[in-house]
């Protein structure tokens, strides 16, 4: 990490953010920040779901698209994750921007985003991993590489020219958040952490700011 990163860091922590009452605006400021500063995928998040026992599901996924209506990924619907959100229809993020030293935490509803908002992002994918959605039948057993490869080899002769169209199985999810966490790192861990929430996604945000 660069002396410039951990100034500036230093400096951003001198309680700007506290006095912030839109939380989507400092999320996208945050971002831009994670954006220059990040080495790898500022858009990484942690997604956690619940499984029909109640069991807790965690992984990292990649934020396509954020906005006042929420935060967009998008992932194979028979996945396990697919399925879980499909189920319960709440989830969680966790952005954890290391090099500024910034945590924010999402929870809230999930829905599924329109066909016409999949496909246009269907659209900008690599052609392999147009390939990939259709060829991995994704968190169910694999009984070898060489299948996954052979089904990869089928498909790419499949749509060897033109188009590839998006498999209905495949689409995406905003998560329309009822509470947002801002953390950032201070001294001797008295870390400053300002909590947004709301009832519902009509309502107005409250703000708290919490014990570190």
Not at 18 to 29: G, Q
Not at 113 to 127: G, I, K, L, S
Not at 197 to 207: M, P, Y
Request: neutral net charge; aromatic residues 12%.
């Amino acid at each position: 990490m660069s002396d410039k990163i951990q100034n500036d860091s230093a400096t951003l922590t001198s309680g700007d953010f506290t006095e912030s009452s839109e939380p989507f605006r400092l999320f996208a400021d945050w971002l831009s920040d994670a954006s220059d500063a990040e080495l790898n995928d500022p858009t990484a998040m942690a997604l956690a779901t619940v499984d029909e026992d109640g069991l807790p599901n965690i992984r990292m996924v990649l934020l396509k698209d954020a906005d006042e209506t929420g935060f967009v990924f998008y992932t194979n619907y028979e996945s396990a994750k697919g399925q879980e959100l499909l189920s319960s229809g709440k989830a969680a993020l966790c952005f954890h921007w290391k090099s500024l030293r910034r945590q924010v935490r999402v929870r809230g509803l999930v829905s599924s985003v329109t066909n016409e908002e999949a496909d246009t992002y269907y659209d900008t994918r690599p052609r392999g991993s147009r390939i990939g959605a259709w060829a991995s039948k994704q968190s169910r057993p694999l009984e070898s590489r060489f299948a996954l490869e052979k089904a990869v080899a089928e498909y790419t002769a499949r749509y060897a020219v033109g188009s590839i169209p998006r498999p209905e199985h495949w689409s995406g999810f905003r998560l329309t958040p009822l509470e947002i966490e801002f953390w950032h790192d201070r001294k001797f861990r008295l870390h400053d952490r300002v909590m947004f929430k709301r009832a519902s996604a009509s309502e107005s945000w409250s703000k708290t700011r919490l014990y570190p």
